[in-house]
């Protein structure tokens, strides 16, 4: 009996050592999955708050067109804010679509705030960036990109209902 356990003495190290590898790349891939859920979560919720930004500070005036300028000028300050010194790596794009026109009020034109924001991300975990990340693979970096549309919030004034 203890010829027969002698032999077979190095097979646990041997069959640990085929499957602790592909165990591990498991575990990676698991985890890096939770990893790239929350900040897809984040990116969503970015760009959401983004667009009601846009949405809400669109127009200064009654029934006028949407204004980019202040749309980006506030988007921009509040990205600052939620992302801090990241800021930087995270791009948000900004456009305003006319829709329609409202059928009573001849110069309400309805416009829709599109707001895509690009989110970065650095992969975690070693072995997992060959299948998860955005080229150039190398870098190990995966890019989320959202966007979000919300129509532009104005109210109408009285000249408009002729």
Known sequence: MT????????????????????LMLMIFFILEFGNIAYHTIL?????YEFARIGALVGTNKPSGKANTGTMATKINAAKQKVFGADAQRIQVRLKVQTTGTDPMYKKHQHEDVVVTVIYPIRLAFPG?????????????????????RMPVEKMYASSDMR
């Open 3 to 22: 010829i027969f356990h002698r032999k077979r003495a190095g097979q646990i190290t041997v069959e640990l050592m085929l499957i602790l590898p592909v």
């Open 128 to 148: 997992t960036s060959w299948l998860l990340a955005s080229e150039p693979k190398r870098d190990g970096i995966r890019k989320i990109s959202v966007t979000t």
């Open 43 to 47: 990116a969503n919720h970015a760009s």
